[in-house]
Nanobody, 124 residues
């Protein structure tokens, strides 16, 4: 499985960014794909996840109402639309996958597949 994230960058507080993640190497029908992030000197933390089949989503409370996770199954691409960005959203964002999906979707060690990460920097 290969996950290729893109779309990070520098944005002012209150701005928006959309991350993309191209997924390849297998069919993802029974998988969950999502995003984690890691800020400097902090542990990786869960952001959002989506079940590839059915589209059920889960979000961390810190991003609910501001971030939207979505997918294009025909293109095998995952997205994260980030609005109303805050300086505390600054981190490296990682695309992840787990097959099959799990109820413990918020735990980083549940995910076997990780992309290379894309930097998001929000200035105040």
């Amino acid at each position: 499985v290969q996950l290729q994230a893109s779309g990070g960058g520098l944005v002012q507080a209150g701005g928006s960014l959309r991350l993309s993640c191209g997924a390849s190497g297998r069919t993802f029908g029974n998988c969950a794909l999502g995003w984690f992030r890691q800020a400097p000197e902090k542990e990786r933390e869960f952001v959002a996840v989506i079940k590839w089949s059915g589209g059920t989503t889960f979000y961390d409370d810190s991003v609910k109402g501001r971030f939207t996770i979505s997918k294009n199954t025909a293109k095998n691409t995952l997205y994260l639309q980030m609005n109303s960005l805050k300086p505390e959203d600054t981190a490296v964002y990682y695309c992840v996958a787990r097959c099959p999906h799990t109820v413990a979707y918020y735990l980083a060690n549940e995910y076997a597949y990780w992309g290379q990460g894309t930097q998001v920097t929000v200035s105040s």
